[in-house]
């Protein structure tokens, strides 16, 4: 019997444990007060901008337009009347990332235990897209607002300019863009508090 409630409390604090990673922040404006809540998330985020180039701000910026920090997000459903037709998309996660792309991402980069419900697996797919939108279309890696109209109209939609028949598209563009600048600027105050903080972790080597 002891053994018994000794794996329940266990299992509970798992569960509780993987709730609070996938908790949103409470203060989404402000990327010093995200990276308090989810400290292992900068961790994350400065990987991919070392591997793939995209800086740490844009790549928050873009996960707070795509899903406001929601693991599970999906878009919203179309209907006919009270029917349902289904989702307007197949994008998913963190980064909505769409079944096409995701498994273009997953062939590339092995994806058997990739998920677009965590936050490390979505910020290396944000770097590795940015990445491919600055190999093949040019978009410098900090132009926030060039990099997210290719990311949300894809390269084809990017080169043909299906944006520009989107007005509402450009203004959301421009508030990712803006949102990254803030972000900047707030990391900038507060990034030293993420940087060494691990036990195994020596300055300068984690800087």
């Not at 910026?61 to 037709?85: D, G, H, T």
């Not at 991402?105 to 939108?133: C, P, Q, T, V």
């Not at 990034?191 to 903080?197: A, I, N």
Request: hydrophobic share 35%; aromatic share 16%; proline share 5%.
């Amino acid at each position: 019997m002891r053994k018994f409630f000794f794996q329940l409390a266990t299992f509970i604090l798992f569960l509780s444990l993987v709730g609070c990673a996938n908790t949103p922040p409470t203060k989404q404006q402000n990327l010093c007060a995200i990276f308090e809540q989810h400290p292992e998330w900068y961790d994350y985020a400065k990987t991919s901008e070392k591997k793939w180039g995209t800086p740490v701000p844009i790549l928050m910026a873009f996960v707070q337009q795509e899903s406001s920090f929601r693991s599970k997000a999906k878009p919203p459903y179309k209907w006919l009347w009270f029917i349902p037709l289904g989702r307007q998309s197949s994008a998913k996660g963190y980064a909505q990332a769409q079944d096409a792309v995701w498994g273009e991402y997953k062939y590339e980069r092995g994806g058997l235990f990739k998920s677009r419900s965590d936050m490390e697996d979505a910020l290396d797919f944000i770097g590795w897209y940015n990445h491919k939108s600055h190999t093949r279309l040019g978009i410098e890696k900090t132009n926030t607002r060039q990099l997210y109209l290719a990311y949300h109209e894809g390269r084809g939609g990017y080169r043909r300019k299906t944006f520009n028949k989107k007005p509402k598209l450009l203004k959301v563009a421009t508030k990712v863009a803006s949102m990254a600048s803030s972000y900047d600027n707030q990391l900038k105050d507060c990034e030293d508090r993420f940087k060494c903080r691990k036990w195994y972790q020596m300055w300068p080597f984690c800087s």
